[in-house]
């Protein structure tokens, strides 16, 4: 599974930016997408996930501000981001977890896209 990501930039705060997540190669079977990030000297963290039945989690640092959605004909998955703060600076990562008879529980990530929120 390979995973692209799109739509990092440079915004100021109180504004909006979305992310896009692109899946291919072997996709059958991804169970669970969804984005991380990770700020400088921090550990990488959940922001949002969705299942393949549309099923969401957010952190609460996001929530009433942040949106995932996931568009499995298109194999998308995107990062609605509004109200945007300095602290939701970080490099942002697209994740699908495929879960399967012989490999189990298996993560795949993207090379990550930059968000940085100006004060």
């Known amino acids: 599974v390979q995973l692209v990501e799109s739509g990092g930039g440079l915004v100021q705060a109180g504004g909006s930016l979305r992310l896009s997540c692109g899946a291919s190669g072997s996709i059958f079977s991804i169970n669970v997408m969804g984005w991380y990030r990770q700020a400088p000297g921090k550990q990488r963290e959940l922001v949002a996930r969705?299942?393949?039945?549309?099923?969401?989690d957010y952190a609460d640092s996001v929530k009433g501000r942040f949106t995932i959605s996931r568009d499995n004909a298109k194999n998308m998955v995107y990062l609605q981001m509004n109200s945007l703060k300095p602290e939701d600076t970080a490099v942002y990562y697209c994740?699908?977890?495929?879960?399967?008879?012989?490999?189990?529980?298996?993560?795949?990530w993207g090379q990550g896209t930059q968000v940085t929120v100006s004060s």
């Open positions: 994740n699908a977890v495929k879960v399967e008879a012989t490999t189990g529980v298996v993560n795949y």
């Open positions: 969705i299942t393949s039945g549309g099923s969401t």
